[in-house]
């Protein structure tokens, strides 16, 4: 554990400083504003557990009036902007990104614990290549034209073709694990369809999304398109019960998913939910052993296991199971923890105060249901919410923690003798968001492309992400596609016309 400063601003650069030295405001119609209420949140620090800053608690009479100015922009001047103007704004807000790229780094990892070499390397470039992918969308959005026969008007000829047309007013509601690139994933796709969004960031998480907000304006783009609400549950639920609001996009737990399911049905608004997961990852016998360890480390460790794709659920074959754990076991153990701007450090804290005893209920569990940790799971005593990685051994499906999303870095291992039991251990899940086989024999790694129940399968490789390959999940883990191609059908409604010629 290395030692974390008492004030971490400290490490931020001038104009990062600048951003957090004062209460936040939130963005709405073009203007920086206080919530009506008065109310103001404190955002944390994860790793040292002292306030950053604070942002206003929205409240529904926030939304209402974020709700109104996407509507009148809508109806009004961004239903002006043509396809290509909307593909500038765009790229020109990726280029204000890029340039402004180590100061959104420092932010977010002193608002979220990440380290900051994944905070610049890995979510600054997803963002800003994300913006550049779905800003060529904004030309090429396509209809299709159908010869259509109606036979019952035999004298009569027609036409018909489909056009896909903006679902109008959106709200998005993100969660705090990638707080700038989910922020982007949600906001860039509508914009390049031609909707107005709403934006609702998670409550720990609010400080990108708000500077963000400001290159927004920068960029070009109208007043009111882009409005941002921080807070807790309140706007995010005003945002959901709104009979104004036509969409609700929404990353974050399959428990919260249900509700806004529940709740949207009355206004049968559109929903794209991606949710939770338990992703398994598979390795086969005849896998390349230590790359095999390697990437099932980096599956679950990643962003210190706070992922919806961590590969928490580990299968092995059972003439390589001791080697495999005992390597995990070793990877774990060499994590030096601490402040994500020190550069020797591998993992920072867990996001809150909240989430780390959430992990460490499921670590309890995990000992008394008969999992065998085989190392890890302390709590770092002192400031911030700092959790030494955990492996367990000897996992059964009966247990909490080979059922339930933990979303920490632990990991439960199981051992297997072949691989039809391994594809079914793997989808022995109610989820099914992500999924990786470990093999080097080409016909079992299709056997189990074809037969894992999941929205993304990677094979000798885990939790790769590209603005071109679709997203999305199974079962439990939601429904619809974020990214490439597929995300136009979010943000759009298909159609049809028919006129006689």
Not at 134 to 161: C, H, L, N, Q
Not at 342 to 353: F, I, K, N, R, T
Request: hydrophobic fraction near 45%.
């Amino acid at each position: 554990m290395s030692e974390v400063i008492d004030d971490q601003r400290a490490n931020l650069s001038p104009a990062a400083k600048e951003f957090v030295s004062g209460p936040l405001k939130m963005l709405i119609d073009g203007e920086w504003v206080d919530s009506q209420t008065g109310r103001t949140i404190a955002v944390s620090d994860p790793a040292t557990g002292k306030e950053i800053t604070t942002v206003p608690a929205g409240s529904s009479a926030d939304v209402d009036r974020a709700v109104a100015a996407a509507r009148r922009a809508f109806e009004g001047s961004w239903a002006a902007v043509r396809p290509v103007q909307r593909e500038r704004m765009l790229l020109k807000l990726a280029d204000l990104l890029e340039a402004a790229a180590d100061e959104f780094a420092e932010l977010e990892t002193l608002d979220n614990g990440k380290i900051l070499m994944m905070s610049r390397h890995a979510d600054l470039n997803l963002a800003i290549d994300s913006l550049r992918y779905m800003a060529g969308a904004a030309t090429k959005i396509e209809g299709t034209t159908i010869d259509p026969s109606f036979a019952y008007v035999p004298d009569m000829r027609f036409t018909s073709y489909t056009l896909r047309e903006p679902v109008g007013v959106v709200g998005q509601i993100i969660p705090w694990n990638f707080p700038l690139v989910m922020a982007v994933w949600k906001i860039a796709p509508a914009l390049a369809a031609g909707c107005t969004v709403v934006l609702k960031p998670a409550e720990d998480t609010p400080i990108t999304a708000l500077r963000l907000g400001q290159l927004i304006a920068e960029a070009g783009i109208p007043d009111g398109v882009v409005n941002i609400i921080t807070g807790d549950a309140e706007p995010g639920q005003a945002l959901v019960d709104h009979p104004d609001v036509d969409k609700i996009a929404f990353t974050g737990s399959t428990e919260v998913g249900k509700i806004i399911q529940q709740r949207a049905a009355g206004t049968m608004k559109r929903l794209s939910l991606e949710l939770g997961g338990k992703s398994p990852v598979v390795i086969l016998k005849d896998a390349d052993v230590n790359m095999a360890i390697q990437g099932a480390a980096q599956a679950i460790f990643f962003n210190h296991g706070q992922v919806c794709t961590a590969g928490s659920r580990l299968f092995v074959d059972r003439s390589i199971y001791d080697a495999v754990v005992d390597g995990l076991a070793q990877v774990a153990d060499g994590f030096k923890l601490g402040s994500g701007f020190d550069p020797e450090v591998q993992m920072g804290p867990l996001v809150s105060a909240t989430q780390r005893s959430r992990v460490q209920s499921y670590l309890d569990k995990g000992t008394s249901e008969g999992g065998r940790l085989v190392t890890g799971g302390e709590k770092i005593d002192g400031p911030g919410h700092f959790l030494r990685p955990a492996v367990f051994a000897d996992v059964t499906p009966e247990m909490t923690i080979y059922r339930e999303e933990i979303f920490g870095p632990v990991l439960a291992s199981t051992p297997f003798d072949d691989p039809a039991e391994a594809l079914k251990l793997a989808n022995d899940t109610s989820y099914g968001l992500g999924a990786s086989i470990w093999t080097n024999d080409l016909q079992q790694a299709n056997r189990f492309i074809r037969g894992m129940k999941a929205g993304s399968v990677w094979v000798n490789a885990h939790n790769l992400l590209d603005p071109a390959v679709p997203f999305g999940g199974y079962r439990m883990s939601g429904y619809g596609r974020e990214l490439g191609h597929a995300v136009r059908d979010l943000y759009t409604e298909s159609k049809s016309v028919t006129m006689m010629i």
